[in-house]
């Protein structure tokens, strides 16, 4: 990704890795709500510049890997998904207003390529107790 000011060019590759559990790991992330859920992250990410390299929508999770700048963190990157997907999803389908939240509190995040699986599956875990 480029970004130019005046005759300066600032070339970076910040791509984050990351993931995040519906609420008590619920399989509630399919069919129309996944569509309607990738279309939204797709519609966030763009809006901010952002290119998605990967999403993969899961019944109980999502993983996005994301180009984003480096000014952005990637707090930030989870925090506009969560919210606009929670807010719109749960308006459209009343059968997610029964949980108390679309998302659990946490997130997993990093800028490695190379995480092992094991890693993450570890966090996936954790999330069954929230």
């Known amino acids: 990704m480029a970004t130019y000011k005046g005759d300066e060019c600032r070339m970076h590759l910040i791509v984050y890795r990351l993931a995040w559990c519906s609420w008590r790991r619920k399989k509630v992330l399919v069919g ?53 997907a929670a807010n719109r999803l749960r308006k459209k389908y009343p059968e997610l207003l029964k949980m108390p939240s679309l998302w659990t509190g946490s997130y997993f995040a990093s800028t490695n390529e190379d995480i092992p699986p094991e890693l993450i599956q570890k966090f996936m875990d954790a999330q069954n107790r929230r």
Request: net charge negative; with cysteine; aromatic share 8%.
């Open 32 to 84: 129309d709500i996944a569509k309607d859920l990738k279309e939204l992250i797709e519609g966030k990410c763009s809006g901010h510049g952002w290119d998605i390299i990967d999403l993969k929508i899961e019944p109980d999770h999502v993983h996005l890997w994301v180009q984003a700048f480096p000014t952005t963190p990637a707090a930030f990157v989870v925090h506009q998904c969560k919210g606009i």
